[in-house]
């Protein structure tokens, strides 16, 4: 298996698109890739692209087509990866061992969701197709429900708190403050969290991530190639992927995602290093609760410590670590692109463009990416090239 | 890049399966492979499927997880890929590259599609998502019209006629009754097709391939390993996948899928063999015009000349190519299964295992995979290891 490493970077600002297509997104995202990698469309070998539900929202499937088509680099494959809200983070891994293996030198990776063409409870329907459709969904249990059933647990075994949940969003807020792309730029305290209004007991409407469209591209590069090309680049230098049971009824523990554990595991054996090696990381913050249990899964804290944890401000930016400087899914979370953003971020991030949410000598990062309540979970860690 | 085999395979049949759901069949096919692989499940370590419009027919995204889920494999990574009708074959795709790579020993590859949830519009709207949603089926051209497209240029450029298209279907079910999984067990003459109905004038009802639940599933395994197992397997000499114009008006010609050509150019390029070197072919005829483009773009006829091939019998049963002889996508069509299905009946044939429709002496196969009306092709050549 090869080094492959990330050239080039896109995305588009993350909000309620009503004036762009899925096609305008993507096109938008995939061209600021190629421009920012130096290539130009005809170096691409292949495609990988992670969409959740664009059947559902759109009417379109068929996205691996439409990316190569859109972008003008046919007959290139394209490929479509589904793996819900872990689609783009799936897209980069499919990328990413296209190239390790020799397949292919150069792979253009996006991720892309256009989720404002139907009505918020329309896609909070198409987003429970994530879960287990016919015992969760059916049952009325969509995903603000599930959350909140691991929300309790972890309240109920180590005494979490609603407020402690509220200082993950208050913090994606802070921090969302300081990059363009974010859904929102607009802090919020506690006290709004906790009067925001329930949706899913103990989970209010500022402890879920919204609805977002939007898209995000990376170009990845067999590693010696792009250290000849002499651009800036970061290396992929561990991912793992893993899956577990669609329901939550499956699960051995609902106050931790398995799946996370187990990726972390690998990509953390294939870097050969721990958590207290990582400065930056893009988290899976679609509910306030996620974000607390990934920061315990990924072994940034002891399980049941990761409320305490933010309490104490350890995952502010510039703190002992630092969580989601882009503000994470709580300011944006185009499920499909979501994972690939991720990955956009830490690229900028290890290589100093991160203007004013810049995480001071960020070395290593690592981007967390999870599909429905825990069934997939996608985690890469990378470092400056 | 090592040489990957097919060790084990698995189908359910094909028809309206009122009375299982698409886990039910996922777990079918899946363990039916495994269990003719001589393996057991935790020798697996990863799964590739392919489905395309879960969201839409039964409202369960997340296919991936779902299939490790149901298959009881959890924690491997299981990625769903989509590529409309061709998500089997891409499914196969990757996971051949997977192992070609090295990523992997082992990999389950499977595809399902269970369409009869919902109505027989609601299921060509869905479909209809496997073209271009905004200039294609938001004006009204599905399917059949797109392709009805197709089989006029064709009669118009070179003569084909709606008898030679017939003939198609009728060789069609005339293997489909030597086959235990197929949709139908019923001869059918020119004359019935003819008067079967207009869908899209020229295409009638029985040129449409029909709606179909089903599932299949093969298991990939690097070569030398599987010769040290001893059992019997086939092996993948080429495997290409190419892209074109999402919309059939973005295409250079209406009377070719370019993206076949290209994907078979690439496929026979690695095998080092050419059309005249395969015995037999399971190709995509989701339209009997289809069929009729497919034997030309693969290079068994040249352009033009399909029709009077079909007529002249030269595509049937142990003659100059044999097409189909699972009765192909006209006996059975779940969208996401059929390009592993096809995959499955190149095993069987290369292994003189089919049965009443064994085709003599078949050395090497073909699998071709068209997506949508042609923006997605994927073609792979297999031989008896």
Known sequence: MRSVSIIGVGCTSFGEHWQKSLRELVAEAGIQAVLTSGLVGKDIEAIYGGCMASGRFIAQEHIGALLADQLGLNPIPSTRVEAACASGGVALRSGFLSVASGAYDIVAVGGVEKMTEVSTSEAAIALGGAGDQETELFHGASFPALYALMARKHMHDFGTTEEQMALCSVQAHKNGMLNPNSQFHKEISVEEVMHSGYVASPLKL???????????????????????????????????????????????????????KKAAEIAYKQANLGPKDIDVVELHDCFSIANIMAIEDLGFFKKGEGGKALEQGKTALNSEISVNPSGGLKCGHPVGATGVKQAVEIFEQLLGKAGKRQVKDAKIGLAHNVGGSGATAVVHIMRRL
């Open 206 to 260: 500022l402890d879920c991530s919204p609805i977002t469209d939007g898209a995000a591209a990376v170009i990845l590069c067999e590693t010696e190639k792009a250290r000849k090309m002499g651009i800036p680049a970061v290396e992929i230098i561990g991912a793992g992927q893993a899956s577990d049971s669609l329901a939550l009824s499956g699960r051995k523990s609902l106050t931790e995602v398995a799946a996370t």
